[in-house]
């Protein structure tokens, strides 16, 4: 069986910015598009054949969640049982120490995949229900680590990185948009929404926000499945 445009656009993307280099203090890079391939690809055949009108965009993969999966917000415990896929997953080429890849044998929570898919399975019940709307995507497919273990986001790297890696994160999302075809993309936090904005600038797509579901936001502490089921309501978007 060939690879759907979603898996290409995924293989092009890894390859495109698996090849980039990055200083310090980056000291360890990972790419869960290659070593979590199969995962990754079960996700993307499964669940994005088109036709989900709302695409939900995050910024990059966490340590416990997609960089151990595949799948984007991906905590083990919601794509193991609740979207039922689970298969073997490789290490990077360099790992880090204090986050090492275990995979499905992870003991680790990731909150926000734990929120945001939490949310999906109360509000819809069934996988089927929920991605025959929703779409869960990333912008940037790696993973920037610190000597410390501490996660640098995509947003804090050089200027010229930044231009390097974006440019093909930009390209990817445009192309996955065409073959989606939402009438929404909504950005996962600021800054995922402000890159929707430059890479769809010739997109028809309509572009929002919701709040992040990280334990680092305050907000999203106190009740966030209410505050984004507010968010989405005001966007015009109804279930």
Request: proline share 8%.
């Amino acid at each position: 069986m060939g690879l759907t445009r979603l898996e290409r656009i995924a293989e092009e993307l890894s390859g495109a910015a698996g090849r980039l280099e990055f200083s310090s203090p980056v000291t360890h890079v990972y790419n869960p598009l290659e070593y979590a391939w199969p995962a990754h690809a079960a996700y993307l055949r499964r669940f994005g054949r088109g036709g989900n009108r709302v695409v939900l965009l995050g910024m990059n993969p966490g340590p416990w969640g997609m960089s151990q999966t595949g799948v984007p917000f991906g905590e083990v415990e919601s794509v193991r049982g609740w979207m039922e896929i689970e298969t073997p997953i490789g290490r990077p080429e360099r790992e880090h120490p204090k986050r090492p890849v275990d995979g499905f044998d992870c003991r680790r929570s990731e909150v926000s995949g734990r929120r945001l898919w939490g949310w999906a399975k109360d509000r819809f019940g069934s996988p089927e229900e929920f991605f025959a709307r929703f779409f869960v995507a990333n912008y940037c497919p790696l993973v920037f680590l610190e000597e410390s273990g501490r996660n640098r986001t995509p947003d804090r790297l050089p200027a010229r990185e930044r231009r390097a890696l974006f440019g093909h994160c930009d390209r990817a999302l445009a192309a996955s948009i065409e073959a989606l075809s939402p009438t929404w993309i909504v950005g996962v936090g600021r800054f995922a929404e402000s890159r929707a904005r430059v890479a769809l600038q010739e997109s028809s797509v309509r572009i929002g926000r919701i709040l992040h579901p990280s334990p680092a936001s305050p907000a999203a502490n106190r009740g966030w499945q209410k505050k984004i089921e507010t968010e989405l309501a005001r966007l015009g978007i109804a279930f």
